[in-house]
């Protein structure tokens, strides 16, 4: 358990170790800044004549602070007290050549060696003060080189911990840009733009992060060109399946009519009439349970039951039909048949109808009653061929066929077919091929 708690992340590892990193670097520049300071100073030449009038002012400050105060050579408390309010300045009172104060006196005896810090006095170096109990002689020396020490030590220090800090801050600003790059970036995703990549050079957990984003906008993204094109897969289907319907649905409604109105020469035209009926109805229930399995299957494309026919029956009943149903509505139609030779084909047999079935409603909307609908069948080169024209009711376009003949076209292509439509001259062109499988 405690192990986990000790266990820190690659950020806070690199922080830790930058924070350390740059203390150990600032530490060294200071010490290295200090001995080169010291160095120099150490070997530095002073002309202490500058400093004569200094020495000459404090001791007559001193000689007043004597007098005024009735101050004994013995009483080393008062020196000492006096001494404590010089700035940088060394006092010695030597009597009979004795020393009996010296204000370095605790430097001297626990580090003897630093005695360098101060140097040999001024001219005129000495001034007699008269005590209330004898005279002695003041030394006094002026501290330069321990100024010029304390005052670059004291920079120095300020310059490493600036230092210091600006490498921290440094580090710390890297750190927020990258993060208001994420956010920058997160921005931009919520605008719309799943494409976007957050870039990112770092190796730690904010890489991990912008990782994590960019491979999550990268699975939003392609769900959504999914939604998009199953969203586009549906309108599709359901577009093309009720423009199907809308084709053996007005054949329905037509035969109905003809019976309701008693439009039938004997019993047999009726029951032809209501087995077309039937016919269509069973498309009908066919197309909608097409478009009902297809969503209840959790949108899944329609897969194609494709079986082998005998191609001469099946496209004889299908042209014969449409011929039928032409008829019946009042248009004039002259089917074709060069179909010599038996052969099979390979086909989803629901589908290949639904593509007659929407040349048939093509032509009950625009096809003119008073010019024949011509189709044929023919073998050549293994291959199908099966052409249809019409002319073309007035004010009427290839726009017009839109959304059923592009759907047929992908039902014929699925099958390694081909659809072309095409006007010339007003009249409606179709040619459909596919292939064909002969008996030995």
Known sequence: MWV????????????????????????????????????????????SEVYKDKILSTSEDFQNYVTENNVSIKDIGAIKAWDKKQ???????????????DSLDYITRITPKVSYIYYEPAKNPYQVISFS??????????????????????????????????????????????????????????????????????KDEITDLVNSINRMSKELDFQRKEEEILKQKNYDLVTSISHDIRTPLTTVNSYIDLILEGKYSDAKELNRFLTKI??????????????????????????????????????????????????????????????????????????IERVFNNLEGNLIKYARKSNPIIYTASLANNMLYITGKNYILKNNSLDSHGVGIINCQEIIKLHSGEMRTFIEDESYHVVITLPVYLFP
């Open 278 to 351: 039937k016919e269509k109805s069973i498309q009908i229930n066919d197309l909608t349970d097409n478009l009902f399995s297809h969503f209840l299957n959790q949108n899944k494309d329609y897969t194609y039951n494709f079986e082998t026919i005998i191609g001469n029956e099946f496209i004889r009943y299908l042209l014969s039909s449409m011929e039928e149903s032409l008829k019946d509505k009042g248009y004039q139609v002259t089917i074709e048949l060069d179909l010599k030779d038996d052969f099979f084909l390979k086909v989803d047999v629901m589908q």
């Open 4 to 47: 986990n708690r000790i266990k820190s992340s690659k950020l806070e590892l690199k922080l830790m170790l930058k924070v350390a990193s740059s203390g150990a670097v600032c530490i060294l520049i200071y010490i290295l800044l200090i001995n080169l300071t010291f160095y120099y100073i150490d070997h530095m030449n002073v002309d």
């Open 87 to 101: 700035n940088l300045t060394h006092i010695k009172l030597v009597e009979n050549n004795k020393v009996v104060y």
């Open 133 to 202: 109990d004898g005279e002695a002689s003041l030394y006094i020396t002026i501290l330069y080189k321990q100024r010029i020490e304390q005052r670059m030590d004291y920079i120095i220090g300020i310059f490493c911990v600036l230092l210091f800090f600006i490498s921290i801050f440094s580090e710390f600003k890297k750190l927020v840009k990258d993060i208001l790059e994420i956010k920058k970036g997160i921005q931009i995703l919520e605008g719309g733009n799943l494409t976007f990549e957050i870039q990112s050079k770092r």
